[in-house]
C-alpha cells in the first residue's frame, strides 16, 4: 500500500502565495510522475501540474507563470508553489502518483487539501 499525505493548504488573500506539500510512503520502487489535480466548486477535477522522474513538467493554461511544481526525489515528496492566487483558484487540491511496485504499475491520491483565495 502507498500513502499520499498533503499539507500546505488554507486561505489566503488574491495576490498571495501558498506552498503545498504531498509526500508518498509505503511500497515504492520507483514513483514515475507526481503531480495535482484539483476541483472547484461545481466543476470538474483538472490537471494542474505534473512532473516526472526525470523533472519535465507540465501545467495547466491557466495557472503558467504563476504556479511552479517540483519534486525531492530521495523524499518521495511533490511540492507545487503558488503564486499571485485568485479567487478561481479556490478549490480542493489533490495529489496525484503513478508508482511502480515489484514492476505493477498504480495511480494513488492524496486525501485533498482546501486551498481558498478571497478576494
Known amino acids: 500500500q502507498v500513502q499520499l499525505v498533503e499539507s500546505g493548504g488554507g486561505l489566503v488573500q488574491a495576490g498571495g502565495s501558498l506552498r503545498l506539500s504531498c509526500a508518498a510512503s509505503?511500497?515504492?520502487?520507483?514513483?514515475?510522475?507526481m503531480g495535482w489535480h484539483r476541483q472547484g466548486p461545481g466543476r470538474q477535477r483538472e490537471l494542474v501540474a505534473l512532473?516526472?522522474?526525470?523533472?519535465?513538467?507540465n501545467y495547466a493554461d491557466s495557472v503558467k507563470g504563476r504556479f511552479t511544481i517540483s519534486r525531492d526525489n530521495a523524499k518521495n515528496t511533490v511540492y507545487l508553489e503558488m503564486n499571485s492566487l485568485k479567487p478561481e483558484d479556490t478549490a480542493v487540491y489533490y495529489c496525484?502518483?503513478?508508482?511502480?511496485?515489484?514492476?505493477?504499475?498504480?495511480?494513488?491520491w492524496g486525501q485533498g487539501t482546501q486551498v481558498t483565495v478571497s478576494s
Open positions: 496525484n502518483a503513478l508508482i511502480s511496485w515489484l514492476g505493477i504499475r498504480k495511480e494513488y
Open positions: 509505503g511500497r515504492i520502487s520507483s514513483i514515475i510522475t
Open positions: 512532473i516526472n522522474s526525470g523533472g519535465n513538467t
